[in-house]
Structures are given as structure tokens and as C-alpha cells.
């Protein structure tokens, strides 16, 4: 008890460190691109500035998976600038996360939704309907609502009349800002997703929305997991070659963002931040009903992996100690490559490749793959432990009248049991953790609802400190059932 009271105290005291602050950066000017020289420079990964600065020899490339890092990363002084889109941020969200929009370049792209390449029907509708929209007016008052506005968090979507039966119109995205796209309570909303609405009604579909890490939206698209794919995506000849493009439905300029100090936001004392913090990260919006989602989603994901894979382990170590080689030789095989593979890699290969045309949900997915890893993990766990039971012991069982079955549930499992629970626990504590990576296969967990809160807040401290408390107290709650449930069959 004393560990967990001094565990929270740790944990309160960052947490009180993260609300006020700890900004060390420089002022960093930029009127062209040659001043861009000598400096570091934060890109989205895996987009097309990712692989334009990576080009330059004369800059340093930091690369983050959303916008909240990268915004926390020019304030504490890890990057010195932030190369995105011209209307990646809005002029409210600017001003309070202390950015300024330093240089516009010269170069303009256009943006279109991508679908897959055998999907032409659904490109053709889509086009046709974007010509519709563009001639009656509906397209200008789309983008004034987004665009003519300093706070698009605050616009409400309209009104959309959506069919609720027939084939879904299954979109991903990677994208989580205003006034682009962004998740308001239950509802995505905002400039790309208002279109899409608009685009399955006319199209008499309902509408799927998922988020999936920026890097992983063309592996759903090709894996014919999604529909659409929207995410700001610009045309270029390397992406024409694998997806089909939609008609332009926008355009613009890359920018560079650069943290300014000097620009005015309200402070506060380290209590009031904190309260602020609580208020915004969880209170606004309704945003707490995110973690309440996804704590569920990890508590169904852990319990039935483990389960599944303990009983999946114990098969594994019988086909390991059997006297017949051909077992033996396979649950080898099997071990040695569910644990030679990164764990993040067989859940992206089982739910993007093996599992992919099966129609099985994602969390099924991950389900299978976490329980397969723990497997081939705990067999040898249980094997060891069995082998460290005297082999004496099992031969007088045999001698008092059981069979060797009753020998091995009365005599055996007991003592291997007490040996192997500390391994079991730690890697069954080890499992919960490591199901943080299901957002990978757009699966919005305990982590993802951390990332769709930063996203709304840009607050990259709170959200993780509050999911880190309750991953700490759900870990050791773990451990202490299972050591209580041992030491119960014990007695």
C-alpha cells in the first residue's frame, strides 16, 4: 500500500509539473526557405513533407504522429519548426498554443479523398456529385462555415438526412484538427467529414468513420478494409500508382508554424492549471466518455486474450513435452516465430493480411493475435515449471492409485503452478500494457482516447498522465488477482 500511495504521489507531482509548464525554446524566424537551413524541422510521419525534408541535407527532420507532439515539441524546444498545411490549424487554435504562421510557400497542391483502384463506380459518383455541389452553392457554404470562422470547434454540424441500412460507406482517417476533421463527442465533424456526410446521403449509404494512424490508412484502403481514405491527401504520381484519386475537392499551400512566447495566453497558478486542465481534457464535450470507451476496449481485449491465450499455452506446452516429434516439432516451429516477430507486426499482418477477408472485427482481431503472442510466450513458462517438479513426486501419486491424469491435476499442477505464477503474472501485466498498440487497426482503446483527447486540447501532458494512473492501478490489481487466486486453490 505504502508503494501505491508513494506511486500516486509521483504521479501527481508530474502532473502538477506538466499543467504549468516547462517551455525552453528559441525565437526562429523564416522568410524564405532558405532560412529554414540549420534548423529542426517537425513533419507528420509518413507525409509528403516527411519525405520532401528528409531530402534536404541542410535540415534536421523530427517526425510525430499527430499534431499535439509536434506542438509539444516546439515548446519545449525539440523542434524548431512545423512545416504542414496552410489550413492544418485554425487561427483560435494558433493563438492558444502560442504558434504563428511564419511563411507560406510558393508551391500549391490539390486534395482529394482516395479510394481503391477497382472502386471506379463509387469515383465517378463521387465526382459527379462534387460537380453538383460545386454548381448549386452547397460547396462555398461548406467551406465558409469551416474556413470563415476563427474557432471551427465551435461550428455544429448541419443537419444531414443519412439512410441507416444498406452498405456502408466505410471512411479512415488520419486526420484529428480543426477545421479539417476532428471528433466532437460521438460525432467526426469538420471540413472533409461534412463533405463525406453529404457525399453518403447522396449516395443513400450510411457512413463508418475510423481513425487510424497516418501511416496505416493506405494499408486499410488496399486491404479493402475501407471505402475512402481522407486525410487532406494531396496527389502525387507515387500515390496515383496504388489508389484512385477523387476531383480535387480543395487545395493549398504548404506553411511553416513557429512557436512564439510573446504571444499573450492566460496563466495561471499551478491549482487553477490544474483545474483547467480537468476541465478542458475531461469535462468539455463530454471528453471523459472517451476513456470510459476505451478502458473498456482494453478490459475486453486483456481478459480474453488472456484467457484464450493461457488455454492456448497450456496446448502449445502439452505438444511441446509430447513423446510424439512431429508435436513437438511444430509447437517449436511455433514458438520460435511468435516470438521472433514484433508483437505491433502480427497485429498489423493478422488484421491488414491473414484475417483481412474474413469480416472478423477488430477487436476480435486483436483478440487472436495478443492471445497467439501470450501463448507462445507462457507455454514455455508452464513447461519449465512442470519439468521443475520432481519427477518422484508424480511416480508415488501413480503409487497411491491415481492414474497419471489425477497424478498431474492433484500432485503436479499445484507446485508448478506456485513456480510459475510470477512469471505468469508478469507477463499477463505485460499483455494488458502492450494492448496500448491496438490503435494501430482502429481500435480507439485506453491510448487512442488519450490521442482524441490531445487532439481536441492540445494538452500533451494530462490525458497521458490520466490514462498512465489507470493503466498503473489496473496493472497491480491484475497482480494482485492473480497471486489472490493462486494462494486461493492453494488452501
Request: hydrophobic share 45%; proline share 3%.
Amino acid at each position: 500500500m505504502n508503494k501505491l500511495r508513494l506511486c500516486f504521489s509521483t504521479l501527481l507531482v508530474l502532473l502538477l509539473v506538466g499543467c504549468t509548464g516547462n517551455q525552453v525554446t528559441k525565437m526562429v524566424e523564416i522568410n524564405s526557405e532558405d532560412d529554414v537551413s540549420g534548423l529542426t524541422v517537425a513533419v507528420q510521419a509518413g507525409s509528403i513533407y516527411d519525405f520532401q525534408m528528409s531530402e534536404r541535407a541542410d535540415v534536421q527532420v523530427v517526425r510525430y504522429n499527430n499534431p499535439p507532439d509536434i506542438v509539444a515539441a516546439l515548446k519545449s524546444g525539440q523542434a524548431d519548426v512545423y512545416k504542414d498545411d496552410e489550413i492544418a490549424m485554425s487561427p483560435g487554435s494558433l493563438r492558444r498554443n502560442q504558434l504563428r504562421q511564419e511563411y507560406i510557400c510558393d508551391e500549391k497542391y490539390d486534395v482529394a479523398y482516395a479510394f481503391r483502384k477497382e472502386d471506379v463506380a463509387t469515383v465517378n459518383q463521387f465526382n459527379t456529385f462534387l460537380d453538383e455541389i460545386q454548381a448549386n452553392g452547397i460547396y462555398d457554404e461548406v467551406h465558409r462555415r469551416w474556413y470563415e470562422t476563427e474557432e471551427p470547434d465551435s461550428v455544429l454540424l448541419p443537419e444531414i438526412e443519412m439512410v441507416k441500412e444498406g452498405q456502408p460507406l466505410r471512411v479512415v482517417t488520419g486526420l484529428v484538427m480543426a477545421p479539417l476533421c476532428f471528433r466532437k463527442g460521438e460525432i467526426w465533424t469538420g471540413f472533409e467529414m461534412e463533405l463525406l456526410y453529404r457525399f453518403a446521403a447522396y449516395a443513400k449509404r450510411p457512413m463508418e468513420v475510423n481513425y487510424l494512424e497516418p501511416s496505416s490508412g493506405s494499408a486499410a484502403l488496399l486491404s479493402g478494409l475501407a471505402d475512402v481514405w481522407s486525410s487532406c491527401l494531396f496527389i502525387t504520381p507515387e500515390r496515383e500508382e496504388k489508389v484512385l484519386f477523387s476531383k480535387p475537392y480543395n487545395a493549398c499551400h504548404p506553411a511553416y508554424f513557429v512557436y512564439d512566447k510573446n504571444i499573450e495566453v492566460s496563466t495561471a497558478g499551478i491549482w487553477d492549471s490544474l483545474k483547467d486542465s480537468f476541465q478542458r481534457n475531461l469535462i468539455d464535450e463530454d471528453r471523459w466518455l472517451f476513456l470510459v470507451d476505451g478502458l473498456w476496449e482494453t478490459l475486453i481485449i486483456s481478459v480474453f486474450s488472456l484467457l484464450l491465450g493461457t488455454l492456448l499455452a497450456g496446448f502449445v506446452c502439452w505438444m511441446r513435452m509430447s513423446r510424439f516429434r512431429w508435436l513437438n516439432m511444430v509447437a517449436i516451429a511455433y514458438i520460435d516465430i511468435l516470438r521472433g516477430v514484433p508483437l505491433l507486426v502480427i497485429l498489423m499482418l493478422m488484421f491488414y493480411v491473414v484475417l483481412a477477408g474474413t469480416g472478423l472485427s477488430a477487436t476480435f482481431v486483436a483478440i487472436i493475435s495478443f492471445a497467439l503472442v501470450f501463448a507462445a510466450y507462457v507455454s514455455e513458462m508452464f513447461r519449465s515449471a512442470i519439468n521443475g517438479v520432481n519427477k518422484g513426486q508424480s511416480e508415488a501419486g501413480v503409487a497411491l492409485g491415481f492414474t497419471p491424469l489425477q497424478t498431474f491435476i492433484y500432485v503436479v499442477l499445484p507446485q508448478a503452478a506456485k513456480a510459475v505464477m510470477p512469471v505468469y503474472k508478469g507477463e499477463a501485466v505485460s499483455l494488458f500494457k502492450n494492448t496500448s498498440i491496438v490503435g494501430y487497426i482502429a481500435i480507439q482503446d485506453l491510448t487512442k482516447a488519450s490521442d482524441l483527447i490531445r487532439s481536441r486540447t492540445f494538452d500533451a501532458f494530462f490525458p497521458l498522465i490520466v490514462i498512465s494512473i489507470i493503466y498503473f492501478v489496473l496493472a497491480w490489481l491484475l497482480g494482485k488477482f492473480l497471486e489472490r487466486t493462486v494462494k486461493t486453490k492453494q488452501s
